[in-house]
C-alpha cells in the first residue's frame, strides 16, 4: 500500500491531505524495531503494514488496521459525537482517530455501548462493526460490572431482589444481575448481562433505593487497568482483545 493511502486509512485526512503531509517531509517511518525514524518516503511507494509504526507531524502512531482503544470515561461527558449539554467523549481522542474513514456514514470510532454523562469508568470504542456487535449483543451475554453507589444503606433483601430479578417501571420483562455483592454499607457491585436503557439505575430504584454514583469496572473478564486515569486512553493490546474476542 502507497504511504499516502496507509496515512489515509489511519484517519489523518482526505487522500489530497495525506499525499501533502508525505511530499512536505510531515512522515517518517520507523525501521524495524529501531527507536530512531527512517527518512520520509516518496508518496507514491509502496510500504509494508504489518508492524509499521510512523511519525506524522512530530507524533508517533502505529498503523492499525482496524483501531481498538479503551477509555477511562470521566464524569460529566457524553457518549455521543453530538452531545447536547456535556462535552463528548470524542474531543478526548486524537484527530485521526475521530476521521479513520468507514464503509458507514458515521467515521472514525464508535463507542461499544453508551455511559450516561455522570457515569464513570471503563469504555471500548471501534471502527470494527462485527467486534462492537458482539459486545454489545444481548445474545452474547457478555458480562459488565458496575461498582454502585447508592442514596441509601443497602440492605440484604434488596442484593436478594436484584439477583432473584425486579420488574422495571415502563417495562413488562424482569431483569436480574447476574451477579450482586455488597462492598459496603452503601455500595455494591453489580454484574449485567444486558443492557437495557438505564438498566443499572432503573434497577436500583426498582428495590427502593437510589443510584448517586456509577462506575463500570469490567467488561467480559477484563478488568478496567488501575494506572489508566480518568479521561487517558490507549490502544487495547493484543492480550486485551483476545480476551475480549473470547468473551463475545
Known amino acids: 500500500m502507497q504511504l499516502q493511502d496507509i496515512l489515509y486509512s489511519q484517519g489523518f485526512g482526505t487522500r489530497r491531505v495525506c499525499a501533502g503531509l508525505v511530499q512536505q517531509g510531515h512522515v517518517a517511518l520507523y525501521e524495524t524495531g529501531g527507536t530512531e525514524p ?12 504489518e508492524g509499521l509504526r510512523m511519525r506524522v507531524q512530530g507524533v508517533d502512531w502505529p498503523y492499525q488496521e482496524k483501531a481498538y482503544i479503551l477509555l477511562n470515561k470521566p464524569v460529566g461527558t457524553e457518549c455521543s459525537q453530538k452531545p447536547s449539554a456535556y462535552p463528548s467523549i470524542f474531543t478526548l481522542l486524537p484527530s485521526p482517530l475521530r476521521q479513520r474513514p468507514s464503509k458507514s456514514n458515521v467515521q472514525g470510532v464508535q ?17 470494527d462493526g462485527p467486534f462492537i456487535h458482539r459486545l454489545n449483543s444481548p445474545k452474547r451475554h457478555v ?17 436478594k431482589r436484584l439477583l432473584a430479578g425486579v420488574v422495571l417501571h415502563d417495562d413488562n420483562e424482569q431483569v436480574r444481575a447476574a451477579a450482586c455483592e455488597q462492598t459496603g454499607t452503601n455500595t455494591i ?35 478496567l487497568p488501575v494506572d489508566l486515569a480518568p479521561g487517558k486512553w490507549r490502544w487495547l493490546t493484543i492480550d486485551e482483545l483476545s480476551q475480549l474476542t473470547a468473551t463475545s
Open 38 to 49: 527512517a527518512v520520509h518516503l516518496d508518496a507514491a511507494e509502496d510500504v509494508e503494514e
Open 111 to 127: 463507542a461499544v455501548g453508551r455511559l450516561d454523562q455522570d457515569t464513570t469508568g471503563m469504555l471500548i470504542l471501534t471502527d
Open 143 to 159: 458480562p459488565k460490572v458496575y461498582d454502585v453507589t447508592a442514596k441509601h444503606e443497602v440492605t440484604a433483601d434488596q442484593i
Open 189 to 223: 457491585r453489580l454484574t449485567l448481562t444486558e443492557g437495557k436503557y438505564h438498566q443499572v439505575k432503573r434497577m436500583v430504584a426498582a428495590v427502593g433505593n437510589r443510584v448517586e454514583g456509577l462506575h463500570r469496572s469490567r467488561i467480559g473478564t477484563m478488568d
